[in-house]
């Protein structure tokens, strides 16, 4: 089992930044073996694929409307992976989601991961 735990959301202004974290843990885990991913589901809306990286770090991959603005990264030393977001919009008010699937590879869909956190609420107001 692994467990999920993010922290860093908020209220935030519009143009405004925030860092999300994603602390993973487990009893026999291996943070590097994990691709991590970040959703999030906006009020009335499906989740919707963020960004992704792979166990590694070498690899990231990117939602095309979040390019540019969002950046995820890992320290896996410290288990956690991160994603920085910057020139925050009303419209990127969501919870945010990490999630992990013990994989070598990028992983955009969410439905291929098989852990999840609990989520992270972000407001930004305009």
């Known amino acids: 089992q692994v467990q999920l735990v993010e922290s860093g959301g908020g209220l935030v202004q519009a143009g405004g930044s925030l860092r999300l974290s994603c602390a993973a843990s487990?009893?026999?885990?291996?943070?590097?073996?994990?691709?991590m991913g970040w959703f999030r589901q906006a009020p009335g809306k499906e989740r919707e694929f963020v960004a992704a990286?792979?166990?590694?770090?070498?690899?990231?991959y990117y939602a095309d409307s979040l390019k540019g603005r969002f950046t995820i990264s890992r320290d896996n030393a410290k288990n956690t992976v991160y994603l920085q977001m910057n020139s925050l919009k009303p419209e990127d008010t969501a919870v945010y989601y990490c999630?992990?699937?013990?994989?070598?590879?990028?992983?955009?869909?969410?439905?291929?991961?098989?852990?999840w956190g609990q989520g992270t609420q972000v407001t930004v107001s305009s």
């Open positions: 999630a992990a699937r013990r994989s070598n590879i990028v992983i955009v869909t969410a439905t291929a991961y098989n852990y």
């Open positions: 487990g009893r026999t885990f291996t943070f590097s073996n994990y691709a």
């Open positions: 990286i792979s166990g590694s770090g070498s690899s990231t």
